[in-house]
Every structure is written in C-alpha cells, then in structure tokens.
C-alpha cells in the first residue's frame, strides 16, 4: 500500500502545503500528480520521509527549498544535516 495525503498530514504537512510541494517538484507522486476529482494522489513511502525531514528543516529556520533539496540530496545530505543541526543546537 502506498502513502496517501492524511500520511503526510501526520508527517506535519497540510494538505495546502502538500499541494505546494508536489507542485514545485519538492515531492514526488507514483503517477500521475493531478489524477483529478475523486482520486486519490499515492506516494512513495520515502516521499513521507523526505517530507517528515522538510517540516523539521523548515521548523528549525531553513527555508523550504532549501529544506527539499537537502532531503534530497542523498549524496551530501547527511552531512550538511548534521551540520544544520549543530547550527541549531549551539547557534552561529
């Protein structure tokens, strides 16, 4: 079973801000990202992940585009988030 919008309201995204990233690219639909009125859009269950992951770079001061290129950046990403999270732990 895939990831469907109330997975991503419980990872901390509204629906509008769902709408918003899938609409950017920042989130990546199965198929179709507009599948039309009564369909369910699915995800990936990694699109959760990366969601959950923006939501806490974007509640620890990073903007959101930022927040989604880091989440998906799977080459250099674990060591700019550590070092985000020690920025904001200690601060500047």
């Known amino acids: 079973m895939n990831a469907t919008a109330p997975d991503f309201i419980r990872a901390g995204l509204t629906y509008r801000r769902l709408d ?7 989130l990546i639909p199965d198929a179709d990202p507009n599948p039309g009125s009564g369909r369910r859009r699915t995800f990936p269950w990694s699109e959760v992940r990366i969601a ?5 770079l974007t509640d620890a001061g990073i903007e959101v585009e930022e927040a ?3 989440a998906r ?7 700019k988030l550590r070092r985000l999270a020690e920025l904001v732990e200690v601060g500047p």
Request: cysteine-free; hydrophobic content about 55%; aromatic content about 4%.
């Open 73 to 79: 950046d799977r080459a250099g990403g674990a060591a």
């Open 68 to 70: 989604a290129r880091i």
């Open 52 to 56: 959950e992951l923006m939501v806490h």
């Open 20 to 26: 918003h990233a899938v609409a950017r690219g920042w």
